[in-house]
């Protein structure tokens, strides 16, 4: 593969923006019942929620309500500070990136031309499109040299879905809207491009919103999780930690499916636990001076690392025998795991490798250390202590009740217990965190202004409290994809 050096001329990391669903309603025409139902849903900035529920619960029309490709009936959709719900919908969508399954590329056009639509209508220079067309190809890890010129026929389902991905991110939107976007792909490539994603993430902190209906996918790739049911009435809305620990009903049970306790797994990542080291050589070094070293070291392989820090081989002492120098030939299928891959998935890598351990790379898949079994039983034991832990301070269910909006003015008891007041302007971007200190508010049938002297409180009284479980509830059976849902109401 050619190398090439793009020196960035945009700034990649803008950050996002906060968006906030304000008792929003879509009802089609002919429909009983609404698809979504009187929803009001904070989206922290720069952070990933992701929406799961049953087919047809009302996910994918919430997501275009957020990009007015679905223009709500009643309620309003406010973007950062911005009220959008009447503002220009095509202006409104060049500023929200848009992923849908297989990228939604348009075949007659090569990769660049996909990636460039949004600045093109923009009005960019031709040179910053080019720049920056080969700089989030660099980003999604793919050659600029390879593959600009490509036709989507000419690409795989993988890299398609990663063009998709650097077209929704061309011209540095705060928001990325992303639906299923991982669902037309095989699980191995599946996992790959979720490990992308949560690089890329952490290099462009937007706000995501992605809707899925893998439960997994949920637990890995989110900051928070709102489990829908019916007309997008949100059952839960948490961390994936509390989501597992403490799932609001039955409902919620049913849709994480079986094992919960090793999708806890899922939320520890390699980057976050103590790496082996490793004996490393260049191509070009004599195998008998390496063999010392791994003597020395007592270890049973070396790693070879390429001129970019890039794992190339992993021979074994006894491979090291039959060697002279050390060569360059990349060996195939290296068992490689990026750091900010979960441990489950570490431990798939590990289970296929000869070695039975898996190497880790970082940042443009430098090479960091070696996770091995000890390594994984030694993070189980933590993972377990700390769920324990949590189970005793983890405060129940209190973003699981209605909320709805009180008038402060008032004078009667119930504004005086009032505990609060939280509106989207108070949630600022920050770096990506497994547990964020501040709740975010999701309610349907509730009113969230953010610019309004209005405070919140948990209310008693809501029209449906949504933790508990409905009478038209979907019937859910795990599957090792997470859950598969019919609902028993229509
Ligand atoms: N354009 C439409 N016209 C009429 N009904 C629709 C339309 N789009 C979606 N619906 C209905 O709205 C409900 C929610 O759909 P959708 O948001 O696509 O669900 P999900 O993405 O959760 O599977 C479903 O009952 C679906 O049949
Ligand atoms: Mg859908």
Not at 127 to 152: F, G, K, N
Not at 300 to 315: F, K, M, S, T
Not at 395 to 408: F, K, L, R
Request: include cysteine; aromatic fraction near 4%.
């Amino acid at each position: 593969m050619s190398e090439s050096t793009i020196a960035p001329t945009v700034p990649v990391a803008e950050g996002g923006k906060s968006i906030l669903l304000d008792q929003v309603t879509k009802r089609f025409p002919g429909q009983k019942s609404p698809a979504v139902d009187g929803l009001t849903l904070e989206i922290p900035a720069g952070k990933i929620v992701m929406l799961v529920g049953p087919s047809g619960c009302g996910k994918t029309t919430t997501l275009k309500m957020i990009n007015r490709l679905i223009e709500p009936t009643t309620g309003r959709i406010v973007l950062g500070d911005e009220d959008v719900t009447d503002i220009d919908g095509d202006d409104l969508r060049r500023r929200i990136g848009y992923v849908i399954q297989a990228g939604g590329l348009f075949p007659h056009l090569t990769v660049a031309a996909n990636i460039s639509i949004v600045p093109k209508m923009l009005g960019w220079a031709k040179d910053r499109i080019t720049a920056r067309v080969d700089e989030l190809l660099e980003l999604v890890s793919l050659d600029p040299a390879i593959y600009r010129d490509r036709y989507p026929r000419e690409l795989s389902g993988g890299q398609q879905q990663r063009i998709g991905v650097a077209r929704a991110l061309a011209a540095d939107p705060p928001v990325l809207l992303m639906d299923e976007p991982f669902g037309a792909v095989d699980p191995i490539t599946r996992q790959r491009l979720q490990d992308e994603l949560i690089r890329i993430q952490e290099e462009v902190q937007k706000t995501m919103v992605i809707v899925t209906h893998d439960f997994d996918e949920a637990v890995k790739l989110g900051d928070w999780i709102v489990v829908f049911d019916e007309g997008a009435r949100i059952v839960q809305y948490d961390t994936p930690d509390r989501i597992l620990a403490e799932p609001a009903n039955e409902f919620v049970e049913n849709f994480i499916g079986a094992g919960a306790g090793l999708k806890q797994l899922t939320l520890r990542r390699v980057g976050d636990v103590d790496l082996a080291e490793a004996i490393i050589a260049r191509p070009g070094d004599a195998a008998k001076d390496v063999l010392t070293r791994i003597d020395a070291a007592g270890h049973g392989h070396a790693v070879i690392l390429d001129e970019r820090d890039r794992p190339l081989q992993w021979p074994s002492r006894l491979q090291l025998t039959r060697l002279e120098t050390i060569g360059s030939t990349p060996t195939e299928n290296l068992p490689v795991i990026g750091r900010r891959a979960t441990l489950n998935d570490a431990l798939d890598t590990m289970l296929v490798s000869s070695a039975g351990a898996a190497l880790v790379t970082g940042k443009r898949d430098a090479f960091l250390g070696v996770i091995n079994i000890e390594t994984i039983m030694d993070a189980i034991t933590a993972v377990r202590t700390e769920a324990a832990a949590a189970g005793t301070n983890t405060p129940v269910g209190t973003n699981t009740e209605s909320i709805s909006i009180i008038d402060p003015t008032a004078t009667d008891g119930a504004a005086a217990w009032a505990p609060q007041r939280r509106s989207v302007a108070t949630l600022s971007p920050r770096r990506r965190s497994r547990r964020p200190p501040e709740r975010a508010v999701g309610a349907d049938s509730s009113s969230s202004l953010p610019g309004s002297s209005s405070c919140w409180r948990h209310s008693s009284s809501g029209s449906t409290p949504p933790s508990s479980p409905t009478p038209s509830a979907p019937r859910c059976r795990p599957t090792r994809s997470g859950a598969e849902c019919s609902s028993t109401s229509r």
